[in-house]
């Protein structure tokens, strides 16, 4: 798989340089950064879904020892700019959704804080609420530009087109409200110093520490120069951690009313089904039009999903169908509803993971009308050019995806027909579908690069989420200078280091590395191969490094083996193979492991996850990874994610492209592709629970 | 978690004489569950006794060939015993069904037994709950209903009971031995746990002090050839939906004799002693099987979430009983 000089360190399968550490507990997360005097907070949260809160009695939680402060809508500070409701903690005596924020309580021991707080008295006066999105919700609106950058796309005369098709498919898919579950929760440790103008101190868990100083300068009226964010490690955010949250404002209000003090917050596991992010359900309508022979006439696509009432966050589910088959006429729209919910926010390949569900399972269905194969229907719908912007491709690799996948998964002689393989209590399927992410680079990252005792040390404020984002910019540099990646040190995670952007839209790798390579290359031509001690070069990503003639993408084709029992309707998946084209593979162990991971959490969207709203309490029920299922060892049998050997210099100078979230997209619809051909059931609605094969095919 | 006192017991008598005098007094033992609920708000004991300590941890065989298991053993040493293996294999393959294997290392046999549903509104302290504070209402009859219980549930309370074991152990017809302030005594199961009634706060029939010291496990052949089916939609670590703990014995195709007793459909481990009795002496068909599964879950009152789970129970049973006639044929 290797793609480079053997030379060079891009293309090796290097571990992660801090992997020993984490293994051995040694590379210090935010939470457990030491810091002097460490205090606790825990707030205290909302229960009603919608309302006002009447009153809050502190008393009995301020006289418990070890009380610090005990805070409220009306004792906390007024912050300086609150535009983003999100960031209005304790500003105002409103709720919004139930988990909100409504109190807090420090105090030097977590259990002191946590007991406290279970002291404070809220009294919350609750007005009717809607948490559920209903097909067709009376309150839909077009959201927003900046929510959703062109909702709607419409070429051709796709109802026309409808109307005179030979094949007319028209199915609704859902897929439910979800929690990303990183395993490290979001956690903070704020450090408030009031000598001079003040500094702000900030170790936490996140993926960008440059977009958290911004927003919290913002926030609290600060100049950047006053706030430091540090995130050495990250135990994962799957993107929940790609913005500031609520609870970093409540922690640095706290640490502002306790000057010299760390105040230490991490979030309970149930804490963060409210206060940091989950992906909205969504209700999509696919309507294809189609010849008998497979091509496509029309493609309509319309997702409706719910957004907050205190902010608006559009998951853009349709896009996908802009660009994945040639059909001359097409629409996709998203509509949104303001509901008394929790806000959401970005989940692992946001819009494109639960729109290439919707949309891959109805290429399935399509296929199974025309009894065609699945593979040979995408391959009849294979665009010259990217549909909506008319653009050449840079690299568009689906259907050697699809093939060379066919044949290393075993696809080939594989019987149509659904329920027609049974193996003992079980019927046995497989199933195909594509995948796709638009390649994204963030400008304005700046890398440094100073040479001292024989040692070359890179700076960028980037985030190593668990993705081995230090590993590979090391690689990046190494080979840029010409140098061996020994003598290549990496300092990334703290906003004190060169600005760099969030690690999120799989833009990481491409949007830093592209300024790493700039800033060897600035430093090679100041200071040649035989650098003096102390020689210096710096450089930022450059706008102009994605060509702007060409549409870049990466692709994928995801198979999978479903069982079902016929008794239990129990769904296993003992075999899923990924086959992506992601350009040049800087770093195969680290690539590979993004590929699985996203296919793992495609199998468990597929599966198990969902987030079950009880409508009267405005409630997610399952708060906890006890019942907020997701995929564990036992569900995991076989992954394999393998890609093509390429490399593609319009995407960046390193010939690499995005891998962070492809793995996700298109998993869940192999997952039921499979299942129905396993059963003959097709379900429409995730995740696929066993009460769904069972009340079907059961006696 | 409200501040209490945690003193580490030495024998099971002074264990019982503490608690038994404190109405804030609970015990201690692998800690899996009410750790949880101390974190949570859901217990709020003054004093913690850890008897972990201060029970036996070891397996032995009584000479009436009765096998006693100390209330300390591990969930995972019952599991591997040799003793278990060979003669109960459907109480090893419940044990292995259950939570993950951290948590079965520090899990007891005893604290297995009285671990306390995981209905989700059982454990936020910010919904109603009858279970945990009597007279506030049932959340989940009306809410999320998915994992409620569809036999013996009553207004009050629809909660499940989430032991493997316990439903193994139900299947078996075991004793589990109880000291109390007034001595020692033996309850049988099924008879442990309770059914909801009015009453849903008492899980089981012991009383504040009481402290299960052993389980008994008959001398049961029938159980050699026996088995435990856990149907829930993770392959692991998760609740049952249903599950079926079943030993058949078969002679010249017809049933000799059969325990049956289920998991994730009632308050208690549900005996099933309408399917055991419709089939004693019937032939080991397919039939029969959904005869018996269909007369046992003709009483159930499942709501609109869990009505999947009546058909799943009858599946599950005969999917049950027929890999036991399987075996037999062997």
Redesign the interface.
Known sequence: MSTTSPAGAVGRPLPRTEGEAKVAGHAPYAYEQPVRDPVYLHPVLS?VARGRVVAVETAEAQERPGVRVVLTHENAERLARTGDREFAVLQEPVIAFRGQIVAAVVAETP?EA??AA?LVRVQERAEEHDVVLTQGHPRLYRPGEEAAPGADSEQGEPDAELERAEVVLDRTYRTPMEHNNPMEPHTSIALWEDSGQGHLTLYDSTQGPHTVRETLSGVFGLDPGQVRVVSPHVGGGFGSKGSPHAHNVLAVVAARALPGHGVKFAL?RQQTFSLVGHRSPTIQRLRLGADRDGRLRAVVHDSEEHTSTVKEFAEQSAVCSRTMYAAPHRRSTHRLTALDVPIPFWMRAPGECPGMYASESAMDELAHELDMDPIELRERNEPERDPQSGRPWSDRSLLRCLREGAERFGWHGRDRRPRARREG?WWVGTGVAAAFYPHVVIPGSQARIEYASGCYTLRIGAADIGTGARTVLGQIAADALEVPVERVRVEIGDSSLPQASVAGGSSGTSSWGSAVVAAARAFTEEHGAAPGEGARAAATTPEETVAEDHAVYSFGAHFAEAWVND??????VPRMYGLFSVGRVINPRTVRSQLIGGMVMGLSMA??EHS?V?E??G?V????L??Y?V?????VAGVQAEWLEQSDTRATPMGSRGAGEIGIVGTAAAVANAAHHATGVRVREL?L???RF??ET?? | MKPFDYTRAHDPASAVQTVAEEPGARYLAGGTNLVDHLKLGVAAPEHVVDVRGALDETVTELEDGRIRVGAAVSNSALAAHPLVRSRYPLLSAALLAGASGQLRNAATTGGNLLQRTRCPYFQNTTTPCNKREPGSGCSAREGHGRDNAVLGVSQECVATHPSDMAVALTALGAEVRVLGPEGERGVPMPGLHRLPGHRPEHDTVLEHGDLITAVDLPALPLAARSTYRKVRERASYAFALVSVAAALQIREGVVADVRLALGGVAHAPWRAHHAEQVLRGEPATEEAFRAAADAELAQARPGADNAFKVPLAVNTICATLRSLTTQEDR
Do not use: F, I
Not at chain 1, 567 to 572: H, I, N, Q
Not at chain 1, 621 to 624: F, G, I, S, Y
């Open positions: 229960t259990e946590r007991y279970s309970t209590d008794d239990t309707g129990e769904v296993r599966l198990h079950v009880d009267r309490r409630l029920v399952n708060q906890d006890a019942q299922h995929a564990a060892n036992a569900d995740p629970t066993p009460d069972l009340v059961g006696p």
